[in-house]
């Protein structure tokens, strides 16, 4: 089982990205999928999730009206589309899936499958 994630890179403040996270191996159209970052020196962040149905989303206050999470269970993708950036949006941003009660979703430890992680830099 693979998560590959893209679509990270440099941007400047105000900008958007989206991000993509194909999994392989096997099917993940009953699993929750979600986003989290990692900044220099910090620990990883709850950033968004989506359950398995795709109809109920949930974000980080901090993110909250400013970046989407969507996924198409057909291509076994998730997405995260990140407007209106901020320098403290820099960070690693990882996508993780698992099967976990969604109530759970802020908890990194509840997901079982983890892409290796894409790097955001916005610039001031």
């Known amino acids: 089982v693979q998560l590959q994630a893209c679509g990270g890179g440099l941007v400047q403040a105000g900008g958007s990205l989206r991000l993509s996270c194909a999994a392989s191996?096997?099917?993940?159209?009953?699993?929750?999928m979600g986003w989290f970052r990692q900044a220099p020196g910090k620990e990883r962040e709850f950033v968004a999730a989506?359950?398995?149905?795709?109809?109920?989303?949930d974000y980080a206050d901090s993110v909250k009206g400013r970046f989407t999470i969507s996924r198409d269970n057909a291509k076994n993708t998730v997405y995260l589309q990140m407007n209106s950036l901020k320098p403290e949006d820099t960070a690693v941003y990882y996508c993780?899936?698992?099967?976990?009660?969604?109530?759970?979703?802020?908890?990194?430890?509840?997901?079982?499958?983890w892409g290796q992680g894409t790097l955001v830099t916005v610039s001031s």
């Open positions: 993780a899936v698992g099967r976990l009660d969604f109530t759970l979703r802020s908890d990194p430890t509840r997901y079982g499958y």
């Open positions: 191996g096997r099917t993940f159209s009953n699993f929750n």
């Open positions: 989506i359950r398995f149905t795709g109809f109920t989303t």
